[in-house]
């Protein structure tokens, strides 16, 4: 199968969610933040607020002005759990329990776009397949996963059951052509793939992997799931403070803003350390990515 731009699994991706529990926001929910920049979505991605749990990262959210999010498991899922013991949890939790999440988003007025949930070499069949029941309990149209490019075919086949849309996330192991991280392990991933795989693109993982985010931003655009900003210096640089890395953020969004790519720009903090204040850094990271829409 040939190429499938992001529009056309668009179509797709609508006609396949008709049945989706909570797929739409409850008429009750009235949006209470925005945080559309011209016609540019900043959002976040909810590992930025880490450091707390779910009630208290949706309430990040609002305090910063967010209106979008994608959700971290570590949000989900409980915590300190042993590899068996969290795949134990994961085939038994209840659906109710992502429905409960729903619930929470839709009545903050933010917009739960897609769900985070890693596929790896050591996952079971079954194991992958209750991700995407998840999601369509979340009612999102979008998994993003930090995968491995040999899982593609087998992703694929389960997107394409679900008719949900799976963005692979890249890193900066470049040493390692089973993880993403350069233009070719995507490549490698999408070849010949159904149109329900797309890629979540991390700029700043891309950045300090050495590769160029707004050119390959520019090819693949329509098969982007949503982009995770944050600033990297190349050559597997630190993360920094927005504007003191080497990450294209300000170029990226312009292509947004003035392509009218309706890709979500989700701020991804990672450079805090102990003692530094989340909901504050977020804020500094919003002010100067709507900073760069708007310029």
């Known amino acids: ?10 179509k797709i991706l609508v006609a396949g969610t008709a049945g989706v529990l909570l797929a739409e926001k409850s008429i009750f929910a009235a ?3 925005n945080s559309v920049v011209r016609g540019v979505t900043i959002g976040a991605q909810s590992y930025s607020f880490r450091d707390r749990p779910l009630d208290a990262a949706i309430q990040g959210y609002l305090t910063v002005g967010l209106s979008e ?7 989900v899922e409980p915590a300190h759990l042993d ?15 992502f429905h409960e999440v729903r619930q929470k988003f839709d009545k903050a007025g933010i917009e739960l776009y897609a769900y985070n949930y890693s596929f790896r070499k050591d996952f079971t069949h079954e194991e992958m397949d209750r991700g995407f029941q998840m999601a369509r309990a979340l009612g999102v149209k979008y998994i993003t996963a930090s995968s491995n490019v040999s899982l593609a ?17 890249g890193h900066d192991d470049t040493r390692d052509p089973d993880e993403f991280s350069t233009a070719d392990s995507f490549e490698r991933a999408l070849k010949g793939a159904s149109p329900y795989l797309g890629i979540n693109l991390d700029i700043g993982h891309f950045t300090a992997a050495n590769q160029d985010a707004v050119s390959f931003l520019r090819k693949y655009h329509e098969k982007m799931v949503t982009l995770h900003i944050k600033d990297r210096k190349r050559n597997h640089g630190d993360n920094l403070p927005f504007g003191e890395g080497e990450t294209p953020i300000t170029a990226v969004l312009h292509l947004l803003r003035d392509n009218h790519w309706k890709i979500p720009a989700n701020i991804e903090y990672e450079y805090g350390k102990k003692g530094m204040d ?11 990515c ?6």
């Open 278 to 288: 989340t909901v504050a850094e977020m804020k500094k990271c919003y002010a100067y």
């Open 1 to 10: 199968m040939g190429p499938i731009s992001r529009r056309e699994a668009g």
């Open 69 to 75: 999010c994608e959700l971290y498991t570590g949000h």
């Open 31 to 33: 949006p209470k933040v």
């Open 153 to 169: 075919h087998q992703v694929d086949l389960l997107a394409q059951k679900h008719k949900i849309m799976v963005g692979f996330h």
């Open 83 to 97: 590899r068996e013991a969290l795949r134990k949890w994961r085939m038994a939790v209840p659906m109710s329990r």
């Open 290 to 295: 709507r900073k760069a829409v708007e310029s």
